[in-house]
């Protein structure tokens, strides 16, 4: 492995310092980071260790006037343990139990696990200099490549699927992400995080170099507020998901008042289904309303030359996370 | 002296019982030691040089700035060599750590001449494809020569149902867990090399490093006390072992080199990829009369594809013609029953569509076209085990949106025992050291060794140390074939009655008896139906005095036989939103003879199962066309079955007395032969189509079913 300074800092400045320069990259619990530098596809030069840092926001799970405040160094086991979002939060301690393996949610964080790279296998592999690394070509979106993981919607000029759980957890349960950088700190509703690659290719989210993820925040949830995350893999042991689909309702009575319906492993960011959210709202979850949403997710998918399944399985992912929410 | 039969197994003690593996504690705590374990310290790390283009030759090497790099010890690069898939190795560097090492391998430049490449069967066999062996006369495409007999075109013109349809398998890597690796050390003359090497073939390894280094046999020293599976990818010395004593010869210190994972997925072998457009017909009488079919199948670089087609069942009218395809990807090599799960696949599905078509249950169609007698009755005992006559149904199933299924499948295998010796020393303390050059290459040999001469001793297994893997112990056969078992149990049968011989010539005047009247029996040596005349073992051996004594035995395969039948039957649900397949059930039933140990048997029968429940379902190695690599050379992509996949697995070892009293027979292999064929029959039977290749994916299974748009 090439020479990479290890920084460990202690205070947030310190952090924010070391990172905005060029090849600087946090760690936190190293689940992505470290394969990632084995892989040798990262031009990494600094490695900077956010453990050690004393800030509490970082930390745990806590209570604000209006919600609740997960710390960027929160370990997924911690959140798909915890009461309160268990019970007020479903979608995201649904997705944060299935992610990786135990031993990963045992390490990993919420704050790595929304950054996560994509897990493309042209971009994972150093023979393959794709436009995520500063190539020329999208190896999955050429008529050659092998795409039968990647996007079918708001896919090119890279087709990448975002791979992280919480994150699709988080934009259906309308987040706040805290950031702090440079500049300062700064809140990022959930729904202005992720960036699509024809936006910016290099990234999946509007994170500034030197910028970190402190905490995230969950509006109270009002009344009649139920949520949920599914999720389909191809193996029952550890595996990416192949689809899946996170819904968060607002009821009112056995009408569905408000609806936020996020897509899982379709896309380079976690979907927004804003017409499946139009077909539910003011319907009551009858089968043909649940089908007509599913059908209404996937409006507009276009599937490249051997990911057309993900068009069914992903409606089944949009109607079995409503039927559970019946 | 004459070879003495198996006692009756009424009368064993552990032979035919369970007896958990000998070296279960070293494994479970880490004692065990691994090729790569060797030496603790002052080892140097090799690693491979791989080439990064399909299709290439190193024509200029500089490994300059490599060299300049503190910690590297040895280069050695083949310039002028030829690579044929992407990652073949032309050459390794050794340094202190396994980073320089890494990092050396960054610095060393070569200038490559590439070539057009090809990856993909269907690319290689176009009339313009590159040729992938660039540069000789070597085609990409060799047809064999028609197979077949019988009259087939009049033999359809009598069938009821003929089956049409084109049906094919993946190439599946070996996925060894201990990657290929060697720790290799010289003498500082350089006239003794030691090896521990991860192989199936301890003495293999031993004469071609001999060979290669111009040393005599007992010049070089090769050890496998442990391995972590091998699965038919580590049957001889090769490239690896050379490479790990040519490092440490030029550093002049030892060098333990292994596989990186990426390395073992692309280069360590395969299983090769089949594929069979077939037309089979049956009469309505439930008769397979005609069976032709159009082959291929690939076996990378090196051709090798062949597989057994048809199987099993007697078919009186074939006709059949294969074809290799090559391509610049990993090479094939013998896997675990090599040739037989892609056979089965392709003939079982034959099979039940012929049954649907003629309206018979599966399982009847199947009994009557076997000729087999073993396998007849144990396709009856399948259907016992699994509830047949109750709840298998045509299909497809009216469930939504879990559909339940079932299917069978069936395997033949040889096992016949391989050439083996033994030596048993029973020493006057009592203890008895059993010495045998086999590996145990994860199946269970250890224990079969100390089973067998506790069974000949009256001793416990683990009262008898056993002492396995080592060249310099009595020369024993590959681990190749399922021929272990059947080799080793004899030779160490042989050879401890012959020490017990020595030792009852000593006791016999003791017990105011012949020799020939004594037995070893109870931890006692007595004199047969008089138990009052007995000595304690201990006892016995002290009669010794100061010299111990010794047996040695071979295998002269008059305790062992060959040729075993299994069969298969798999009970399971295909989710059909999601195209996910949830396995309930998976019951295996195997002949093998002589059952020396009841428990590893079904462990081998489980292993066999797990590894084709992985080949039915997640295995699959994807070559990119663009640049040429394997592109889930990882255990990410290259999936493997894991636990939360797995469904109850029942393995019944068939212990009818007739099959007992064959003799020792081999069983590593056929338990996996089936797997993927009864998973394949299943998923037809509970979703009423076809999956027509393996692995078969949620994506392929919602294909089947029309829904993807």
């Known amino acids: 492995m090439r020479p990479i300074e290890y920084f460990k800092p202690t205070s947030l400045q310190e952090a924010i310092q070391a990172l905005q320069d060029e090849g600087a990259y946090a760690l936190a619990g190293g689940m992505d980071l470290i394969p990632s530098l084995q892989e040798n596809i990262l031009p990494a030069k600094r490695v900077v260790n956010l453990k050690a840092i004393g800030e509490e926001l970082l930390r745990g799970i806590g209570p604000t006037p209006n919600g609740l405040q997960i710390g960027a160094l929160t370990t997924l086991v911690e959140i798909a343990k915890n009461e309160t979002v268990r019970s007020r939060y479903t979608a995201l301690a649904e997705a944060a139990e299935t992610v990786g393996s135990p031993q990963i949610r045992n390490v990993g964080t919420l704050g790595g696990n929304l950054c996560q790279r994509p897990r493309c296998w042209y971009f994972r592999n150093e023979h393959y200099h794709c436009l995520k690394k500063g190539g020329a070509r999208c190896f999955a979106g050429d008529e050659l490549g092998d795409n039968q993981y990647h996007a079918i919607l708001g896919g090119g000029p890279c087709h990448i699927v975002h791979p992280s759980n919480t994150a699709t957890a988080l934009r259906a349960l309308n987040a706040t992400v805290h950031v702090v950088g440079p500049q300062g700190r700064r809140e990022i509703p959930i729904d202005q995080f992720f960036v699509l690659p024809r936006r910016n290719i290099m990234a999946e989210n509007v994170l500034e170099p030197g910028e970190l993820v402190t905490h995230v925040t969950l509006p109270e949830p009002p009344r009649g507020f139920r949520s949920t995350f599914v999720e389909t893999g191809e193996r029952e042991a550890f595996d990416w998901a192949i689809s899946g689909a996170a819904v968060a309702l607002v009821m009112n009575g056995a009408e569905v008042a408000e609806a936020r319906v996020v897509l899982h492993a379709v896309a380079p960011i976690p979907w927004r289904a804003r017409a499946a959210e139009e077909a539910l709202k003011g319907q009551r979850l009858t089968p043909e309303t649940i089908q007509r949403a599913a059908e209404a997710a996937l409006e507009g998918a276009q599937p490249l030359s051997q990911n057309a399944y993900k068009i069914p399985l992903t409606q089944a992912m949009v109607r079995r996370a409503l039927q559970r929410l019946v | ?709």
């Open chain 2, 1 to 709: 002296m004459a070879v003495i039969p198996w006692k009756p197994p009424a009368q064993m003690d552990y032979i035919t019982k369970d007896n958990p593996r000998l070296d279960g504690p070293a494994k479970v705590t880490g004692r065990a030691k691994y090729a790569y374990d060797a030496i603790a310290s002052k080892c140097l790390v090799g690693r491979m040089i791989t080439c990064p283009y399909p299709n290439a030759k190193a024509v200029r090497i500089d490994t300059s700035e490599a060299e300049k790099l503190p910690g590297v010890k040895a280069i050695l690069v083949e310039e002028g060599k030829v690579c044929r898939l992407a990652g073949e190795f032309v050459g390794a560097v050794a340094a202190v750590s396994a980073d320089i090492a890494d990092d050396a391998v960054r610095l060393i430049r070569i200038e490559w001449e590439r070539y057009p490449f090809v990856t993909r069967e269907e690319d290689a066999v176009q009339p313009n494809a590159p040729q992938v062996h660039a540069g000789n006369e070597r085609p990409n495409v060799r047809v064999n020569d028609p197979d077949g007999e019988g009259d087939v075109e009049a033999a359809f013109q009598q069938a009821d149902a003929i089956y049409e349809g084109t049906l094919s398998t993946q190439v599946q890597t070996h996925t060894c867990l201990e990657p290929h690796g060697t720790t290799a050390v010289w003498d500082e003359n350089l006239e003794h090399l030691t090896v521990w090497a991860s192989t199936q073939a301890v003495f293999g390894v031993r004469n071609d490093l001999a060979e290669f280094f111009g040393l005599e046999p007992h010049q070089v020293e090769v050890i496998t006390e442990y391995m972590g599976g091998g699965f038919g990818s580590k049957l001889g010395g090769g490239y690896i072992e050379r490479m790990a004593a040519r490092l440490a010869r030029e550093a002049r210190q030892p060098v333990k080199l292994l596989l990186t994972r990426e390395q073992e997925q692309t280069n360590s072998g395969n299983r090769p990829s089949a594929r069979a457009r077939v037309r089979a017909g049956a009469t309505k009488d439930g008769k397979l009369i005609a069976f032709e079919a159009e082959t291929s199948g690939t076996g990378g670089f090196a051709g090798g594809s062949g597989f057994p087609l048809p199987y099993i069942y007697s078919v009186p009218n074939w006709r059949r013609q294969h074809t290799d395809v090559y391509i610049n990807a990993g090479n094939a090599r013998a896997m675990r029953a090599p040739g037989h799960p892609q056979g089965s696949f392709i003939m079982e599905a034959v099979m039940d569509e012929l049954a649907y078509r003629l309206g018979m249950d599966p399982i009847e169609f199947r009994i009557q076209n076997d000729p087999n007698e073993t396998r007849r009755r144990q396709f009856r005992e399948l259907a016992k085990r699994l509830d047949w006559d109750r709840l298998w149904k045509p299909g497809p199933d009216e469930g939504f949106p879990l559909k339940r299924g079932m299917g069978v499948g069936a395997a033949v295998w040889g096992g016949g025992g391989h050439g083996s010796n033994a030596e048993v020393e029973i020493h006057p303390d009592g203890s008895v050291v059993v010495r045998c050059g086999t590996q145990d290459i994860g199946t269970g040999t250890r224990t079969v060794v100390g089973v067998v001469a506790a069974e000949q001793t009256g001793l416990s297994p683990e009262a008898i140390t056993v002492q396995i893997g080592h060249s310099t112990y009595p020369q024993s056969g590959s681990s190749g074939g399922s021929t272990t078992c059947a080799g080793v149990a004899p030779a160490v049968k042989v050879a401890t009655d012959n020490a017990l011989w020595e030792l009852f010539l000593k006791v016999a005047p003791v017990l105011e008896a012949s020799p020939e009247e004594l037995e070893a029996a109870d931890g006692t040596v007595r004199v047969k139906g008089d138990p009052s005349r007995a000595l304690s073992w201990k006892e016995a051996c002290a009669v010794l005095g100061q010299e111990s004594v010794v047996g040695r035995g071979r295998n002269d395969r008059s305790l062992s036989s060959s040729g075993t039948a299994g069969v298969c039957g798999v009970d399971l649900e295909v989710d059909v939103e999601t195209g996910r397949i949830h396995l309930r059930r998976i019951v295996s039933i195997q002949e093998c003879g002589l059952v020396v140990n009841k428990l590893t048997t079904e462990s081998q029968m489980i292993g066999g199962v797990i590894q084709g429940i992985s080949y039915a379902l997640f295995e699959d190695r994807i070559m990119d066309r663009m640049l040429g690599h394997q592109i889930n050379p990882n255990l990410e992509f290259y999936k493997l079955a894991g636990p939360a996949d797995m469904p109850e697995i029942v393995p019944i070892v068939w212990m009818e007395p007739e099959s007992l009293a064959r003799g020792v027979i081999g069983m590593g292999e056929p338990p996996v032969i089936p797997v993927a064929a009864a998973i394949g029959n299943a998923v037809r039977n509970a979703i009423g189509v076809r999956v027509n290749s393996l692995p078969i994916t949620p994506r392929k299974v919602l294909a089947a079913l029309g829904t993807e748009v």
